[in-house]
């Protein structure tokens, strides 16, 4: 089956400092999206990618698609104490489901 | 509140127990998911529903787990027989009718089922 690994498993960074995550899969995918999930709460949608080499912007965040639809990351500029959670990536697990990487979990320290 | 609506939120029971959990999700979605996520790791898929179509049950899913949605609507997740294992967050979501795997699928979780067997 697919193989997905979401690197690293923990982060710590200073208020202001760049984070990167990075999903690698072992086969290709057809789409991927990223999920964030604040500590106590439950994972919310942050955006779909589709095609090779895309690359999204959501203020601080930016997401990318490798050429090989076979990888993805999520930067964030400049944390903020509120970018702390569990960022998830998540490929298709097959027909019309999502499954859930190993998730990088963010601290922010202030 | 329009979002997706779980019941309970916290439930704890005895090992040997059974326990339902309640999903209402966004109206005019389709779709339906179970999934569990237990502390550190990603929430795990479960089964799905498409209408009231169960279309897919995990495979790590043993015969004591049961989900249905009867009509559509609302899905109820059933553990028979609970054991400690099965102590985890449940979390139901739903999405609306995907045009292909290259669109949509945007899931909108629950707050969660909170379960702990002692």
């Known amino acids: 089956g697919q193989q997905v690994m979401q690197i690293p498993q923990y982060q710590h960074v200073q208020e202001g400092e760049d984070f990167t995550t990075y999903c690698n899969s072992s086969?290709?995918?057809?789409?991927i999206q990223w999920y964030k999930q604040r500590p106590g709460g439950h994972p919310v949608f942050l955006i779909q990618?589709?095609?090779?080499?895309e690359v999204k912007k959501q203020k601080r965040l930016t997401f990318q698609f490798g050429e090989a639809k076979k990888n993805s990351s999520l930067h964030i500029t400049a944390t903020q104490t509120t970018d702390v959670g569990t960022y998830f990536c998540?490929?298709?697990?097959?027909?019309?489901?999502?499954?859930f990487g190993t998730g990088t979990k963010l601290q922010v320290i202030p | 509140d329009t979002g997706v609506s779980q019941d309970p939120r916290h439930k704890i029971t005895k090992r040997g127990q059974n326990v339902t959990f309640r999903c209402d999700p966004i109206?005019?979605?389709?779709?339906l998911y179970w999934y569990r996520q237990t502390l550190g790791q990603g929430p795990e898929f479960l089964t799905y529903?498409?209408?009231?179509?169960?279309?897919?049950k995990s495979r790590l899913l043993s015969d004591r787990f049961s989900a249905e949605r009867p009509k559509g609507s609302f899905s109820t997740l059933e553990i028979q027989r609970t054991e400690q294992g099965d102590s985890a967050m449940y979390l139901c979501?739903?999405?609306?009718?995907?045009?292909?795997?290259?669109?949509?699928?945007?899931?909108?979780f629950g707050e969660g089922s909170r379960l702990t067997v002692l």
């Open positions: 979501a739903s999405s609306p009718l995907w045009q292909g795997l290259g669109a949509g699928g945007e899931l909108f």
């Open positions: 109206s005019e979605h389709n779709r």
């Open positions: 998540a490929p298709p697990g097959g027909y019309q489901k999502v499954t």
């Open positions: 990618l589709v095609k090779s080499g």
């Open positions: 086969t290709t995918l057809s789409n």
């Open positions: 529903f498409q209408n009231e179509a169960q279309l897919e």
